[in-house]
Each structure stands twice: as structure tokens, then as C-alpha cells.
């Protein structure tokens, strides 16, 4: 609902229903409040913690919509903070421990993607209508975006690594070897970042990468290797 205006000068976007007038906006807006309602109210059947997060995620995407999303880098950062919140709700709603590595390396992947995509939209669109799709563009740079991108690409290896290296991962799997699926995670990062720069027309890198035959296969390779390290190799 706020972003109809951006999105109907968008390219791909304005065929979504709201911007396409297919959904009205008084219908939409009150199906959105029945839904925040319904959701809160079933947050709250769990434990506190988890009804906590939600509030707290409820609140950072009001907020991401009507602010934050318009400036650079902290647009990114808030869904990277809202993946994380996820991730923690998750933990919480099932009485699961959340580990250090995991928050770390959901928080780093997810605004690496972030500032993928928005490389993307800047290398594919012209300078004035790329803000008019999206007001934060105005504050990136290519340069700033490229060395963005390339350290938190390395940020997500080296903590990915580490969590491989950790004496509590290798005891949980029985396996000493792990980080040898860190060259799929590090090709991976790779893969992305040539979509990135190579497919401009593509609504998306991350939805790009998931029909992206290269790309589906790394991860594929990736699973297969976790899974004979895991269930072959043993603590050797």
C-alpha cells in the first residue's frame, strides 16, 4: 500500500495487484489490519519471548515502510534485522537455542544480498528513474555499493568458516572436515555477484540466482557434500 506509486513506475512491479488496481486500496488496507491482529494474537499463545519479536518486527516493518526504507545502507540493514528477528523468533517459539554463528551468519548473508540488489537496481536503471522506484538509491554509490558488497561477501565466508572450525559445530556433526563445504558457500557468493553485474534486464538477483542453473548446482554440490562429510567420514 505505501509503495503503489513506486511501483506502478516500476518496470516489473507495476503489474502487481495493488499498483495495477486490481486490489483496492481500502480492501487491502483492512485485510492488513485483520492480518496484523490475527498474527499478534497468536504470537501471543507462545511464549512471551516469541510474542515479544513479533512486536518488535511488526514495528521495524511499519517503520522500514515509512522510513527507513528511503534511506541507504539502513534500508538494507533493517531486513537484514528483520531476517534475523526471524530467526530468533523461531528459536524461541520452539524452544530452540539460537547460536552465536547462526544469528551471524543470517544478519551478514542477508545484507549482502541486500546490497546486491541494490547494486542491481543501479547498475539496471537510469539514475532518475532508479529513485523514483526506490527513494534510497539516491544515497548509493557504485563505488560504495561494489566495496559494500565485497566485504560483506567476505564477512559471510570467514564467519560461515569459523562456525565450520568451532569445536561445538564439529562435535554436533562428528565431523572435523566441514569447512571443506566452505569453497561451495565462498563459490556461491561468487555465482551472486556475476548476476549481479550481468544480468541487468532481470527483475531480481535473488530470484535471478534461483533460476540460475550454475548457482542451483553449487548449492546442490554444497548439500551433497555436507551430507557424505556428515554421514561417511565421522570425526576423523
Not at 59 to 80: G, M, P, Q
Not at 204 to 222: C, H, K, N, Y
Request: proline share 4%; hydrophobic share 55%.
Amino acid at each position: 500500500m505505501v509503495d503503489v506509486d513506486s511501483d506502478a513506475a516500476h518496470p516489473v512491479k507495476r503489474y502487481r495487484p495493488i499498483p495495477a488496481g486490481r486490489v483496492p486500496l481500502s480492501w487491502a488496507r483492512n485485510t492488513a489490519i485483520a492480518l496484523v491482529a490475527i498474527s499478534l494474537t497468536g504470537a501471543a499463545i507462545g511464549p512471551w519471548e516469541f510474542l515479544a519479536t513479533a512486536l518488535v518486527y511488526f514495528l521495524l516493518n511499519v517503520a522500514y515502510s515509512f522510513r527507513l526504507k528511503k534511506v541507504a545502507y539502513l534500508d538494507v540493514a533493517s531486513i537484514a534485522a528483520g531476517f534475523v528477528l526471524r530467526v530468533l523468533a523461531g528459536g524461541f517459539a520452539t524452544h530452540t537455542e539460537v547460536s552465536t554463528y547462526l544469528v551471524l551468519c543470517t544478519a551478514l548473508l542477508a545484507l549482502f544480498l541486500g546490497l546486491g540488489k541494490r547494486r542491481h537496481e543501479l547498475l539496471s536503471a537510469a539514475r532518475g528513474v532508479a529513485q523514483q522506484q526506490r527513494a534510497a538509491l539516491g544515497g548509493y554509490t557504485r563505488r560504495g555499493l561494489k566495496w559494500s558488497l565485497r566485504a560483506t561477501a567476505l564477512l559471510t565466508i570467514a564467519s560461515y568458516a569459523a562456525y565450520t572450525l568451532d569445536p561445538a559445530t564439529m562435535a554436533f556433526f562428528h565431523s572435523r572436515r566441514l569447512w571443506w563445504t566452505s569453497v561451495f558457500v565462498a563459490i556461491a557468493i561468487w555465482r551472486f555477484m556475476v548476476l549481479v553485474r550481468s544480468r541487468p534486464t532481470a527483475e531480481s538477483p535473488t530470484q535471478e540466482m534461483l533460476r540460475d542453473g550454475p548457482f542451483v548446482a553449487i548449492v546442490f554440490s554444497w548439500a551433497v557434500l555436507m551430507l557424505w562429510l556428515v554421514y561417511n567420514l565421522g570425526p576423523t
